[in-house]
């Protein structure tokens, strides 16, 4: 019997081990306030304590890392990924969506309403083992693999294309695949366009592949991302974490949001505003 472990990294970056519908083990988080999270939640201080409460909050309201995961949901911020995603796919911008999601790994969703249910909730996967259940809700023919719930990007996008996918988006965390993507010999009629979350910590390296490969990226709490984008000057929404359209698909990405929600496309200006923002950053 496969044992029940996911890994995921919350709130604070703070990684968290769920074994059998419990929270079993809460590392020290890296940062300490998130703007986000103060408005929601009303946290004003990350702390182990506070972020296994939390955890424990999302297992029993949805179901998180069980089989009564519910996958569907509304918007959950104005704009986050998921949210940019899910009216993307619903104007026909991205006909599919190459995610991950805990208790059944890599998957294509095509539902905007499944994207904003798995990408909404869950922050950064870092591993996960088979529910059966949960898989069988988003339907197993979009499952990549049953039998690991292994989280395998480029095994997703190749599935995508084979199904017949042609404007294939991809949630990604910082890592060498972003650029192994990129470079991947698609057929002359796919586009594949990379969505980056989870940045906190990332180092320099990573944070230039980034930039370089990318569509949209979220700032987190990552200093290198803000600073890289305060010297290459990309279109960005928010202030406390901004998210950057580095590309022209990712700004069309992004005003496409904003259009469908009723507000104006961005005037951001640099130098970024510097109040209520992650604090520290890392």
Do not use: W
């Not at 279109?235 to 104006?264: C, H, N, Q, W």
């Amino acid at each position: 019997m496969v044992r029940d472990k996911h890994v995921i990294e919350a709130l604070g970056k703070t990684r968290v081990t769920i074994e059998n519908g419990k929270v079993s083990n809460v590392e020290k988080p890296l940062i300490e306030y998130c703007p986000i999270f103060a408005k929601y939640r009303n946290i004003e201080e990350i702390t182990p304590e506070l972020v296994r409460e939390n955890i424990q909050f999302r297992i029993d309201d949805f179901g998180m890392c069980t089989k009564n995961r519910q996958i569907k949901m509304s918007d959950m911020l104005s704009v986050g990924i998921s949210e940019i995603l899910r009216s993307n796919l619903e104007v026909g911008n991205i006909d599919c969506v190459v995610g991950v999601c805990e208790g059944v790994g890599t998957l294509l969703m095509t539902d905007a309403d499944i994207v904003q249910g798995v990408g909404g909730r869950v922050s950064g996967l870092v591993s996960t083992t088979p529910i059966p259940e949960v898989m069988e809700k988003i339907g197993i023919e979009n499952v990549l693999d049953a039998q690991t719930a292994q989280l395998n990007p480029i095994k997703g996008l190749e599935k995508a294309i084979n199904e017949g996918y042609k404007n294939i988006a991809i949630t990604i965390l910082p890592s060498p695949l972003i650029k192994k993507i990129r470079e991947y010999d698609l057929p002359s009629d796919v586009n594949v366009y990379l969505f980056v979350a989870h940045t906190t910590g990332i180092s320099m390296d990573e944070t230039r592949d980034v930039f370089k490969y990318a569509d949209i990226v979220t700032s987190c709490a990552s200093k290198n991302i803000r600073d890289y984008a305060s010297k290459i000057k990309p279109y960005y929404y928010g202030s406390s974490v901004p998210i950057y359209a580095v590309s022209d698909m990712g700004r069309k990405f992004l005003d496409t949001r904003l259009e469908k929600i009723g507000k104006s496309l961005s005037t951001n200006k640099y130098p970024q505003e510097n109040n209520n923002i992650p604090n520290p950053l890392v």
